[in-house]
């Protein structure tokens, strides 16, 4: 299954999904082989503005409204700029064709400096990741857990996370009231 998947892609929480750390989720794929697996839950944002987690100088880098993402149960020190084109004068990598990933404090004036509008937004700023050793993402699909939807820009660059997960799902003609919740307890 993995040699049919290139990332980035976005991966899906299947409606019946228990799990609390991915129930109703879209994660934004960058890693995929038969080694393993790494994502970003782009449909989750901390109760707070990222500024209130930076220390000085760093929060006055960024503007006191920029949202902060939950990417994952798997913590970091530190926060990841997500991206689609390369920033000028900031070291970053392009993780996947049109994804790009920065740690980097220079990334925050660049991308985040400017208060949010309706417009996509330039990046994500995410806290955590997802990951998932080798093989165990493809026994996750097989069992239903998750759902594949090809790379969509939009959609995970996006600020109305709120309905992320329905329009996702409805992008493949799925109706998540449709679909009985059997147990997905995925751990």
Known sequence: MVETLSVPYLLLAGPGLQDPNFAKTVVLMGHHTKDGALGWVVNRLLGQPAVTLLPPPLDGALHPETPLHIGGPVLTNGLVALFRKEVAGVECTEMAPGLWVSASSEILPKLFGTAPGPEPPEGLLVLGYAGWDAEQLEGEME??????????PDLAFTRRVETLWERALARLGVDPGSVSSSSTGVS
């Open 143 to 152: 069992e239903g857990a998750w759902l594949v939807l090809p790379w969509e």
